[in-house]
């Protein structure tokens, strides 16, 4: 039988750490990086600039972000033994176990053999992770071997003409980057506090990485965004939304892409996604999936006082771009990567080994009998 839930399962609650990197549900719109507001830097910064912050504490000049976006551009090929492990995964595998390997088969072909070589590690897998998510999901369902190496500058835009072999328009290629700023960082998720538990042993970034990648799969953390969409996909109209979910609170079905551990009101994610998903809808000529979206945010508030997070409208924004919905959770390991990385290096620069206790809750302490006695 299940144990009751105490009011401090799941660490919720309690500080397990100190971080420079970001506060949630503390200041500004609720969600800031090295003490920027995710608005401001989704208004008026790249994600090449937000991945830059969150490495080094500050926003580059224009001759660091030349030199940084100069050093991604030549890492993002992969090496010819990583294609052929991507070519042996089938089609039917999931796209995070891809990422998975992808992640840690290239740290044995390039190992960070000392924290010197941490930058060039995280640079790396920032500049590679696209082409890994793309190289398979081109070869496996469509036979191609496309080429790893693209003329796109953003990482968004590489991602999106690494997918479709099209140069995005401008909406698609600004959209993109917006996702990847609002994914970027999150203080100590699940997948964060994997990574940094992973770094406190003293372990290499692959390993710490390939770890938060398993953390980010599941559809409690990063999968909720591809589980919404197949949700949202089932209903046929903003009214039909409504009745279907009456019934899923009514089956006590979790509803994914609502609902948030730390924020209690709103995810200032959401806002932001919403709108984008708003405006993609109209170039793409259909808005229904739009619609039926706000009518099941207006549901849940209304029923349960259960807001979107930032997964729930990222479901339509990206199939409004043509994203295939297995690929939806990879971008989120393209994006929070650099917060992965930005937190193995902060735990790296004042580390402590984490290990927490336990309550007890086993049997009396007793003594072994001869196992003819049992
Ligand atoms: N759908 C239906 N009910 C939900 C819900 C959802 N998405 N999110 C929370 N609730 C309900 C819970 O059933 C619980 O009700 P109860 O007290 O009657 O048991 C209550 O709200 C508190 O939720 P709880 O699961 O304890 O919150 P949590 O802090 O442990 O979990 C999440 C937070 C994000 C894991 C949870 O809201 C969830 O599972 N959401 C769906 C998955 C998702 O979108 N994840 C992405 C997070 S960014």
Known sequence: MAEKKLSGAGLRGQSAGQTKLCTVGKSGSGLTYCGYDVSDLADNATFEEVAYLLFNGELPNQSQLYDFKAELLTQRDLPQALKEVLKLIPADAHPMDVMRTGCSFLG?????????????????????FPAIMCFWYKYSHHGLEIDCVTDEDSIGGHFLKLLTGNNPSDLHRKVMDVSLILYAEHEF?????TARVCASTLSDMYSCVTGAIGSLRGPLHGGANEAAMDMIQKFSSPADAKVQMAGMLQRKEKIMGFGHAIYSES??????????SEKLGQDFGDSSLYHISVACEEFMWDSKKLFCNADFFHASAYHFMGIPTKLFTPIFVCSRLSGWAAHIMEQRSNNRIIRPSADYIGAEPRKVTA???R
Request: proline share 5%; aromatic share 8%; hydrophobic share 40%.
């Open 267 to 276: 995810d200032p994610r959401n806002v932001i996604i919403k709108a984008w």
């Open 189 to 193: 998720n699940a997948s964060t506090f």
């Open 108 to 128: 044995n072909l390039e190992p960070e053999v000392d924290f010197s070589e941490q930058n060039k590690a995280s640079n790396r897998l920032l500049a590679v």
């Open 371 to 373: 196992i003819s006695q």
